[in-house]
């Protein structure tokens, strides 16, 4: 599984690169083409958004990148400069990964959910103690520590996944439509919370969403996908300075790109009258 | 107007309802149970039926109580044996069950054979049994025959069930077969194991019960199924009546355990366990 993207991780990923994807598809085994070939490159720190229909392959995207899946074509590249890549946990602590569903354990403490990946990777409960409060300080929770996933809020529930993804203190986290099941009060909060987590941290985020504002909001570029197989369509660069907060939410620069992203996004869903 | 008036006392009722719902779910079995009794103590004496033939509940009662010796011991055997057979088939049908999760060549090999020990049924198995293993040995097998197949069965279904993200997520950061069958999969099957072995707990019971008597027409034994083929034979009975008592009071006790113990493992996190204002 880990084999085509560990070999390709030394020869692709140009320097300042964290992640750089080379002509690379994903034919499912039923022989449909989902994806590619695509050619993506994400610097050290850039917020990148994936933007497209469903279906476009963008979520298949990002589990390739995560070594979740493997291409069937091209080369997945993705390099980690910080000391973090310790042997025999390499994706693990390199990458964080946000699902569309919390994807929580129910049957333990939001504590110990955290803890997860670094339980996984033998780390010692002292050390693993200090990192699982940070990161639940990181997104708010600290008081929450003890309760049990059900005994939360969607939104809540989504911050402890986050939490879970930043406390291996990744280079690169990848979010699968994370937000998209929440309410939009809920989702504009978790917004402005993930872009002060990034502002902080200054993580490589790749971030797959189907909502124009939510991209243009967060990202620095936008890469519009088109309809399956996905490729790239357009790429917009949202070139508004940190730090971002609801005044440009309002503004009429965010007006202006959203109707930009949204004419780029138009083509792909031309191609499917009627949904 | 009147509506207006009630819906704010109704809205405050809640608890005192839900309180009296299961007060009256409590009470009218034990109304039945008594109806039940009385009905039972009236045809008997009403129409003179001798003790040999119907006993009324009270000469079962007194007979319970004098022959609490002999009984309280045959209980004991039997429950004994039934929780063998009841360990033996949780720890084997958990067992079985992970390696078969990780190895499918042991499970395609092994399953359906699983799947005849459990069709044929054990009444007919219990003879041959007794013929080439120890009373003892024999008994308790017949009981971890019937009962390790749902534990089988359910533990395979739990540890088939994991949720596919989570399953991504423990790939994602390396686990190894052994955390992932630790940390993700056996806590996901817990629920299903426990449904198996509630399951199990009545059917190592039958078991038991099954394989006492039929060792009991072969002459030795002493437990409460054999206590029961003992008085038949005898025409005691009011004494089989009071051996039927007590292993369906058995029955229900081990029951109510292992469902006690299934909340108390899931009280925290599963829906199954959980009030319904969650």
Known sequence: ?275 | MTSFDASPSSAAQPEPDTRRLRMVRLLLPLLVLAAGVVLWELVVRLNNIPAYVLPGPGAVFRTLVQDWPVLSQSLLTTLLTTLEGFVAAAIGGIILAVLFNQSKWLEYSLFPYAVILQVTPVIAIAPLLLIYLPQQTAVVVCAWIVAFFPVLSNTTLGLNSVDRNLAGLFQLYGASRIQTLRYLKLPSALPFILAGLRIAGGLSLIGAVVAEIAAGSAGAGSGLAYRIAESGYRLNIPRMFAALLLLSAAGIVIYGLLALASHLMLRHWHESALGKEN
């Open chain 1, 1 to 275: 599984m880990a084999g085509p993207a560990a070999l390709s991780e030394s020869a692709a990923a140009p320097a300042g690169a964290a992640v750089s994807l080379r002509g690379v598809t994903k034919v499912y085994d039923s022989g449909l083409l989902a994806l590619g070939p695509l050619d993506l490159d994400v610097r050290s720190g850039e917020f990148v958004s994936l933007l497209g229909p469903s279906g476009c392959g963008k979520s298949t995207a990002l589990r390739l990148i995560a070594g979740l899946k493997a291409p069937t074509s091209g080369s997945v590249g993705v390099s980690h400069h910080s000391g973090q890549a310790r042997a025999g946990h390499s994706n693990g602590f390199a990458i964080g990964f946000v699902f569309q569903e919390p994807t929580l354990m129910p049957w333990t403490s939001v504590r110990e959910n955290v803890r997860l990946p670094l339980k996984l990777a033998h780390a010692s409960l002292a050390e693993s103690d200090a990192r699982v409060r940070e990161a639940l300080a990181q997104v708010g929770l600290t008081e929450f520590a003890d309760a049990y996933p059900r005994e939360l809020s969607g939104g809540m529930k989504m911050r402890v996944s986050l939490a879970r993804a930043l406390v291996t203190d990744p280079d690169i986290l990848l979010m699968d439509e994370p937000f998209a099941a929440l309410d939009e009060i809920t989702r504009f909060r978790l917004n402005n919370d993930l872009l002060s987590v990034w502002r902080n941290l200054r993580k490589t985020v790749i971030f797959v969403t189907h909502s124009v504002f939510e991209s243009v909001y967060l990202s620095q570029r936008v890469i519009v996908m088109t309809s399956r197989p996905g490729r790239l369509s357009t790429e917009i660069r949202i070139d508004t300075p940190e730090p971002r907060g609801e005044d440009f939410r309002t503004s009429a620069a965010y007006a202006a790109y959203c109707r930009m992203v949204s004419n780029a996004l138009a083509p792909s869903y031309a191609g499917q009258s009627g949904s």
